[in-house]
C-alpha cells in the first residue's frame, strides 16, 4: 500500500493589516518591483501589511499557513495576530456558498 504526498500548495501574497489580501505569485516570489508597487498601493490606502507566504489550498476548507517575509508600509501599526484573525474571517466569507 503506498501513501500519496500530500501536494501543498504555495502562494506569494500581500496581507493587510484588516485582513484583505491579494495573491503576488505561484510558481516564484514576486519581484522587487512588484512588491514596492504593492506597498506604494497599500501607504496610498492609508494600510500597512506583509508580503508572505500562504502554504496549503486557499479554496479549501482546510487550514493554511502563513508565515510574514517582508514588512510593507509603517511597522509601528502592525499586529500579525490581528491581521491573521481578519484574514481568517474574509476567507471564510470567500469560502461560503453563494
Known sequence: MSVKPKCT??????LAQDGRHVTMGRAAPPRKAEVE???AALAAQGLAGWLATLDGNYWSRRR???AP????????????????????????????PL
Open 9 to 14: 500548495e504555495r502562494r506569494w501574497i500581500i
Open 37 to 39: 508597487a504593492a506597498a
Open 64 to 66: 493554511v499557513a502563513l
Open 69 to 96: 517575509v517582508q514588512m510593507l508600509g509603517d511597522g509601528a501599526t502592525l499586529d500579525w495576530s490581528a491581521a491573521i484573525t481578519a484574514f481568517e474571517a474574509a476567507r471564510q466569507r470567500a469560502l461560503r
